[in-house]
């Protein structure tokens, strides 16, 4: 089967209990993402880790180490620019701290607003429209070993 690869790396950036997201203009709905995307050529996935949490939410950051790997297949006819095969991405996820900076959207991307959500109202935001909140974000909270509140499991 002939399919596309599309690889990103991603940042778990946790500050007390509030967790930094980037908020992606998706398909259908804006989505509560990681900050993070795909890698360009020559680039670690370190590299593209600090450069995607830099320009989607403003912070500069260091990484603390790797979380994991996770994948997941698009479907052709749910790709968003209409490929006629299926997406195979695959998701590096590190943990993350901010060093300096200031919280702003991403300019010029297809990232619209930066926040830092408390992990209690991930769970509310997970199915609510119009902001919802990707699958890799609780992915990836489950490979850093991070439990959400009972109110949001």
């Not at 002939?2 to 946790?14: P, Q």
């Not at 926040?115 to 890799?136: K, Q």
Request: charged share 20%; glycine share 10%; net charge negative.
């Amino acid at each position: 089967m002939d399919f596309d690869t599309r690889v990103g790396a991603y940042g778990v950036v946790l500050q007390e209990d509030q967790l930094l997201l980037s908020l992606w203009d998706g398909p259908n709905h804006p989505v509560w993402t990681l900050p993070g995307g795909g890698m360009e050529v020559g680039e670690t996935p370190e590299q593209s880790c600090i450069r995607e949490i830099e320009e989607e939410t403003g912070y500069h950051s260091v990484l603390q180490g790797l979380l994991g790997v996770t994948s997941r297949t698009i479907p052709a006819e749910r790709r968003l620019h209409g490929q006629p095969r299926p997406l195979l991405a695959v998701q590096v996820i590190f943990r993350a701290q901010t060093v300096s900076g200031t919280l702003r959207a991403e300019v010029g991307g297809s990232s619209i607003d930066a926040a830092w959500l408390p992990l209690s109202e991930l769970a509310r935001l997970r199915t609510a429209e119009p902001h919802r909140v990707s699958p890799v974000v609780l992915a990836a909270l489950e490979l850093a070993g991070i439990d959400l509140p009972e109110a949001a499991a």
